[in-house]
């Protein structure tokens, strides 16, 4: 199982640091799988201007053929102005329209206030569904006072980590094996 | 109708397309020469003559994974290998070609093949032809949009007199030489949403229309929107042809067609578009509503017939050679088009 976590901020530490955590967790839950983490904040990525996602070149390339061959995404974002950042969202607009299909897609945010709880519900969510993901309903939500100094403090955020996690690996088996029980009833 | 040598009494005309795949046979991992590929092309389109099948055409991608860069090259091999069936493009990219030189080539190929052949203009799906042949993607529309002009323009004006901003301007230029009857069908390739057919239907040019999966119902609109354009725009739509071209594939039985070409659909968007095709929908595509004509001959045979009650077409083109289908398992396509499928289908689309 390919397992890719991307970090969609190029702003801050925290959305990094929760995905660490997550990297980690997965990493020690699950070495079997193939884990790849991609934090936005370490690549030069260019703007979508519409062409294939195999078209570009150096790390527009790298990533979007990254996530394009994983089996689970972990998103990790902060909420920056009522919204998702622009690096997050510059790379659904790189992948086909499509992406998602036959993918788990789970999220982790990070927020300086809890009002902005229900960002991922109304604007994630429904990218992702346009883009086929099969969604980890609940996601990690985690605020400025769960942490120090790039640390996570609070003990809640640390378990719901860890159920994000095998959440997340759950759902890809079960998907994965829902979906071949399916393709075996056709003929070719 | 007589403009585009279209004579609808005789018949739905039913044609092939390639865009010269050259892809590994997914079974087998084994890939063809270049060679063999263009040359089994050739060989194709003369079995098709054979066949009884209207008309060929060849495409232009500049990508990997496909032969016929050079498509009028290819053309103009066929003009000289066959004798009655018609040669066409789909497509020619115009966008990022001269459309004085492709009209030059193609008016050759029409004398060569003693007028018998037209040109499919499309505009590109991919950013590979802007690259290699030096031009900006951030003029896409507009590029396609004054190319086509101009060449309706050389098709029409022997002594032509045009200004824009992709060419250097002609005056009182003769583009020669011209087709066997002074002119030659020009077609303008139209795939996705209804707004490319609609500025097909302005233009008051027939239409080609990809149709390569899903509901013929979503197509409707498409075709509605196109004949709907052509009137408002004052050209009598019923003067004016519409092609549609999509996934073909036949043998015996349904299951067989699907059980042999649906690896190579599944390769082909793979290594082409970057994700396969659902089993799914591929599944679902052999629903008689669906366009995707893939099948028993008796399955596609009322598939076309169920698409030209709705659209009132004139012509299909089939893509059966998609995802390196094997030369052996073409040949038997077009057996079984030329034996069973188009009888039926010339049978009742005829206005007797």
């Given at each position: ?8 901020s ?6 990094s640091?929760a ?15 193939e ?12 703007f ?8 570009y ?6 990533i979007a ?5 994983a089996?689970a ?11 998702i ?20 897609v ?10 902005h ?10 990218i ?10 609940t996601?990690?939500f ?31 088996e ?6 071949e ?8 | ?5 279209i004579?609808?009494?005789k018949?739905?005309?039913f044609?092939?397309?390639t ?14 020469s270049?060679q063999?590929?263009?040359e089994e ?6 079995l ?5 099948i ?6 232009e991608?500049h990508?990997?994974?496909f032969?016929?860069?050079a498509?009028s ?5 066929l ?8 040669l066409?493009s ?20 029409d004398?060569?093949s003693?007028g ?19 031009y ?5 529309e ?6 086509f002009?101009?060449?309706l323009k ?12 992709f ?8 583009v020669l ?9 020009i077609?303008r390739a ?24 899903g509901?013929a119902?979503?197509f409707?609109?498409?075709i ?6 052509a ?13 549609t071209?999509g996934f073909f ?7 067989q ?5 649906y ?28 366009v ?17 009650e ?26 079984l ?16």
């Amino acid at each position: 199982m390919k397992i890719v976590g991307l970090s969609g901020s190029k702003v801050g530490s925290k959305t990094s640091t929760a995905m660490d955590y997550t990297m980690k967790a997965a990493a020690e839950k699950y070495p079997d799988a193939e884990l790849t983490f991609i934090d936005l904040a370490e690549y030069d990525v260019q703007f979508s201007d519409g062409r294939d996602y195999r078209e570009y070149k150096g790390d527009t390339k790298y990533i979007a053929e990254t996530v394009m061959a994983a089996d689970a995404i972990i998103i990790g974002t902060p909420i920056f102005q009522a919204s998702i950042p622009a690096t997050l969202k510059n790379i659904f607009d790189l992948l086909p329209v499509n992406a998602f299909r036959d993918k788990v897609v789970s999220m982790l945010v990070t927020a300086g206030s809890p009002k902005h709880y229900l960002i991922v519900e109304q604007q994630v969510k429904p990218i992702l569904g346009y883009m086929k993901a099969q969604i980890v309903q609940t996601y990690v939500f985690i605020e400025e006072k769960d942490f120090y100094r790039k640390e996570i403090t609070n003990d809640d955020v640390l378990f719901r980590i860890d159920r994000l996690v095998e959440d997340t690996v759950m759902l890809t088996e079960t998907y994965s094996s829902i979906r071949e029980a399916k393709e075996a009833q056709y003929n070719f | 109708m007589e403009k585009y040598r279209i004579n609808p009494s005789k018949g739905m005309e039913f044609g092939l397309y390639t865009l010269g795949d050259h892809i590994p046979n997914p079974l087998t991992g084994e890939r063809i020469s270049t060679q063999q590929r263009i040359e089994e092309i050739i060989e194709l389109a003369k079995l098709a003559e054979d066949a009884g099948i209207d008309l060929f055409s060849v495409g232009e991608s500049h990508q990997e994974y496909f032969t016929t860069q050079a498509h009028s090259v290819v053309l103009s091999a066929l003009a000289q290998a066959t004798e009655k069936i018609k040669l066409s493009s789909s497509s020619t990219i115009i966008s990022t070609l001269d459309p004085v030189r492709v009209y030059e080539d193609f008016a050759t190929i029409d004398l060569i093949s003693k007028g018998r052949t037209e040109i499919i203009a499309g505009r590109a799906s991919r950013v590979g032809n802007f690259d290699l042949l030096g031009y900006s993607l951030r003029d896409y529309e507009e590029l396609y949009e004054e190319k086509f002009d101009l060449l309706l323009k050389i098709n029409e004006e022997e002594v032509v007199n045009w200004e824009g901003q992709f060419r250097a301007p002609l005056k009182n230029a003769r583009v020669l030489p011209r087709p066997l009857n002074g002119s030659m069908p020009i077609w303008r390739a139209v795939g996705g949403p209804p707004a490319s057919a609609i500025k097909a239907g302005y233009a008051g040019v027939p239409m080609f229309l990809a149709t390569l999966g899903g509901p013929a119902t979503s197509f409707k609109r498409s075709i509605d929107a196109y004949r709907q354009a052509a009137q408002i725009n004052g050209h009598d739509p019923s003067e004016l042809p519409i092609a549609t071209a999509g996934f073909f594939y036949a043998a015996e039985t349904t299951q067989q067609a699907q059980r042999e070409v649906y690896p190579h659909v599944n390769q082909g968007m793979q290594l082409i578009n970057g994700q396969g095709y659902p089993k799914q929908h591929f599944a679902q595509g052999a629903d008689t509503r669906d366009v995707m004509n893939i099948g028993s001959p008796q399955q596609i045979i009322e598939k076309m017939l169920y698409q030209h009650e709705l659209f009132g077409h004139q012509r299909y083109i089939a893509q059966m050679d998609f995802g390196g289908v094997p030369f052996d398992q073409l040949k038997k396509n077009i057996e079984l088009i030329g034996t069973e499928i188009l009888p039926a289908i010339k049978k009742y689309t005829a206005k007797n």
